[in-house]
């Protein structure tokens, strides 16, 4: 499986960015898709996974109400919509793929290179 994030940038406090993860390689139907963030000095966090199969999504409590994941199954992409940024917000952002949802980044098979969002004050 191959990921390809993209979509970050520079954007002011309380603007927003959508970032994208296109994958390719194997069947997507069998894979949950998460997304996790790391900043300077930090360790990589979690930020929310989707499953493909059903759906369902888990959040951080940090974004909560702020971001959404979406996912195109035809296109074999997901989206994170990334709204009222904060300069907390700040961070590497990753894409990941795994069987079963998972906060734990140490568990995801797959990784995408990661896109830098970086929100100023």
């Known amino acids: 499986v191959q990921l390809q994030a993209s979509g970050g940038g520079l954007v002011q406090a309380g603007g927003f960015l959508r970032l994208s993860c296109a994958a390719s390689g194997r069947t997507f139907s069998n894979y949950d898709m998460g997304w996790f963030r790391q900043a300077p000095g930090k360790e990589r966090e979690f930020v929310v996974v989707?499953?493909?199969?059903?759906?369902?999504?888990f959040y951080a409590d940090s974004v909560k109400g702020r971001f959404t994941i979406s996912r195109d199954n035809a296109k074999s992409t997901v989206y994170l919509q990334m709204n009222s940024l904060k300069p907390e917000d700040t961070a590497v952002y990753y894409c990941?793929?795994?069987?079963?949802?998972?906060?734990?980044?140490?568990?995801?098979?797959?990784w995408g290179q990661g896109t830098q969002v970086t929100v100023s004050s």
């Open positions: 990941a793929a795994r069987p079963r949802s998972s906060r734990r980044p140490g568990e995801y098979d797959y």
């Open positions: 989707i499953s493909w199969s059903t759906g369902r999504t």
